[in-house]
């Protein structure tokens, strides 16, 4: 990056991929991909999280709300406030569509 | 990308990125290099356009506030009604001098685009 990408109260787009997600108890998650932005608001309307596979390899990819991610200095990356899994067993992030 | 980058109401950050600007008279202004959240309440804040080169001078970043820009799908790019005058006299920083982005300087950036602050919406 030649900008400066963070401040206190703003992060560029091009930081937040990439960056790590961690579960509360620090178990590391996944990768932030990409977030969606809503083209007439300017609102982010999820971020693209991959969970599982190996080094973003097989990983799958998942719609995150942006208010369920909370950035932790210490470990360098996103907590995911939210469990993976709903009470019923059921995936709590509903899949994002991949194209190779 | 990995994933689906564009569907009828999202556009996705990695797909911003690089979008060329232009103005209404259809002359390029330059591209889209990053895009800044604001941290509290996920919202995009600023396009942070590059416009590279300009009077031999290196490449410079002009935060636009996201309201300033429209997306064109004809031309594929996203337009503003700005000339290069306007440009050169809006606020703009180097790779080498960042602006403080404090509060002052970006009320200073909406004031001169004339447009709502965003952090009041």
Request: aromatic letters at 10%; proline letters at 4%; one cysteine or more.
């Amino acid at each position: 990056m030649e900008h400066k990408d963070e401040t206190a109260s703003l992060i560029s787009i091009g930081k937040v991929s990439g960056t790590d997600v961690y579960d509360t108890d620090g178990n590391h998650l996944g990768k932030v991909e990409d977030v969606m932005i809503e083209k007439t608001t300017g609102k982010i309307a999820c971020a693209i999280v991959t969970f599982g596979g190996l080094l973003g390899i097989g990983g799958t990819f998942h719609q995150v709300p942006w208010h369920g991610l909370v950035y932790d200095a210490r470990q360098g990356g996103y907590v995911l406030g939210i469990p993976l899994t709903q009470s019923n067993g059921e995936s709590a992030f509903s899949p994002y569509v991949a194209v190779a | 990308m990995d994933v689906k980058d564009e569907t009828t109401n999202l556009i996705s950050g990695d797909k911003v990125s690089g979008t060329a600007v232009y103005n209404t008279a259809s002359e390029k202004l330059g591209s889209i290099h990053d895009v800044m959240i604001d941290k509290r309440t996920g919202k995009v804040a600023y396009a942070v356009m590059s416009f590279g080169g300009f009077l031999g001078m290196g490449e410079s970043y002009h935060p636009l506030p996201w309201s300033t820009l429209n997306y064109n799908v004809d031309q594929g790019g996203y337009v503003v009604n700005l000339n290069r005058e306007q440009l050169e006299g809006a606020p703009h920083y180097g790779a080498e001098d960042s602006p403080r982005w404090d509060r002052d300087y970006e009320t200073r950036v909406h004031d001169y685009y004339r447009a709502p602050y965003y952090w009041g919406m």
